[in-house]
């Protein structure tokens, strides 16, 4: 409650400060149909309300995103449910050195990225950044709550990042994310084989990495980026990352990529007693342009598992300003794959319309012995904007496969953007 509290008098307090509002109000209905069980099925029709709400003052800013879900077909536990994905205060280049940002905020990281309640601190000079950030997670359906116990259930890291030398960028990093699991009972047998209740307590530990990155750009020539994960609680690498990129002659473009990996498992988790293995993949590919107005493109990808496993795969397609088409085959160990998919969309009337149209058609196995499964995919959408403020978007979604006979789905958005500058004085 004082939680909630706080963040409503943020909201009501800001904006007698601010100089400017802007942001955007969408509303969404979809309709879908869904089988709970054979032969029956039940129909959903789930709208969406989205705020998003920027106040700004000189350096500071009040940002928030908010999103309303309700289903009117059905009675589904939870609902309404009210998202807070985003609500939090931001000093930006305060003293041309500090950028803050306290409140419920996005993490962006490979290996824990979401949310987190709490505070980021960016300090900047020169050629130099160093970032901090320290929180707790955020509730179930991102509810308006601080989490319980912050003490195992929170989120600590940082990095340090510099372009001292030119055309590279280097950064190190570190992240450690702890969560502690609801404690509970389950049977279990005893010495003599009896049954008794036991106690499954896990501890909070989830995720502790390090990092490093580097990225090198020379333009109109090449480009290298590097990256590196050391997994600190099963001390072993967890992942090495590289891509090259080689532009010199004019239209063409050349990638070479690579990357080990393990799985990330949860510390605490019971997958972590399993006997897991890694992949290693690499990707050779190119794309050119053709009078400037159609690019053509194809890449082959081959993946080795730790049990002298592998698969590979094959793109082809190409691209215009009217759409893409674009062609796949997989083979080997993850299964066999034959896919051909159609996208275009076109604006007329300087932005007025823009309508879409999408086809896939997929045939599909398993594994080499097993049967053939066929998957073919439709939609068709319209974009309606009569003001630069105002839109509309429709869209009919087709899927039939073994699973979906005949699956038919309807979206429906509207969206309004807004943005006022104030003049208080």
Excluded at 346 to 357: A, K, M, R, V
């Amino acid at each position: 409650m004082k939680t909630t509290t706080l963040f409503i008098l943020l909201l009501i307090s800001t904006p007698l400060l601010s100089q400017n509002i802007n942001g955007r109000i969408s509303s969404s209905l979809y309709m879908f149909e869904r089988f709970d069980t054979v032969d029956v099925s039940n129909d959903y029709m789930r709208t969406f309300q989205l705020l998003n709400l920027n106040i700004n003052e000189g350096s500071f800013s009040l940002k928030s995103y908010i999103n309303l879900e309700n289903d009117f077909t059905n009675d589904i536990a939870g609902d309404p449910h009210v998202r807070f994905y985003n609500l939090y205060l931001e000093g930006r280049n305060l003293f041309d050195l500090f950028t803050i940002r306290f409140g419920r905020q996005p993490l962006f990281t490979s290996v824990a990225g979401g949310m987190f309640d709490g505070v980021n601190l960016d300090v900047k000079y020169s050629d130099f950044k160093l970032t901090g950030y320290y929180g707790g997670n955020v509730p179930a359906y991102q509810k308006l709550k601080l989490t319980e116990n912050f003490d195992d259930n929170y989120i600590l890291g940082g990095k340090f990042t510099t372009t001292a030398v030119e055309n590279l960028q280097f950064s190190l990093g570190y992240i450690k994310k702890n969560f502690l699991r609801e404690e509970y009972l389950a049977s279990r047998l005893d010495e003599n084989l009896n049954p008794i209740n036991f106690l499954i307590s896990n501890n909070s530990t989830q995720y502790e990495f390090i990092s490093a990155d580097a990225s090198y750009q020379l333009e109109h020539l090449l480009s290298a980026d590097a990256g590196f994960e050391y997994d600190l609680n099963f001390d072993q690498p967890s992942k090495y990352e590289f891509l090259f990129s080689y532009n010199q002659v004019k239209d063409l473009n050349l990638e070479f990529y690579y990357n080990y990996r393990e799985p990330k498992i949860r510390y605490n988790s019971i997958f972590s007693v399993f006997d897991y293995g890694n992949t290693q993949e690499i990707e050779l590919g190119g794309s050119y342009k053709i009078e400037n107005c159609i690019t053509v493109s194809g890449r082959f990808g081959n993946i080795n598992y730790r049990d002298d496993e592998s698969s590979c795969r094959i793109t082809v397609g190409a691209s215009s300003d009217f759409g893409n088409i674009t062609y796949r085959k997989n083979l080997g160990y993850a299964g066999e794959l034959d896919a051909v998919s159609f996208y275009s969309a076109y604006t007329f009337l300087e932005g007025l319309f823009t309508p879409s149209i999408g086809l896939s058609l997929t045939n599909y196995k398993l594994s080499e012995d097993s049967e053939k499964n066929n998957l073919t995919t439709l939609l068709a959408g319209l974009n309606f904007r009569p003001w630069r403020e105002l839109s509309f978007d429709v869209q009919g979604q087709y899927m039939d496969n073994k699973i979906y006979k005949n699956d038919y789905r309807f979206f429906f958005r509207i969206n309004y953007w807004f943005n006022t500058n104030l003049n208080l004085m």
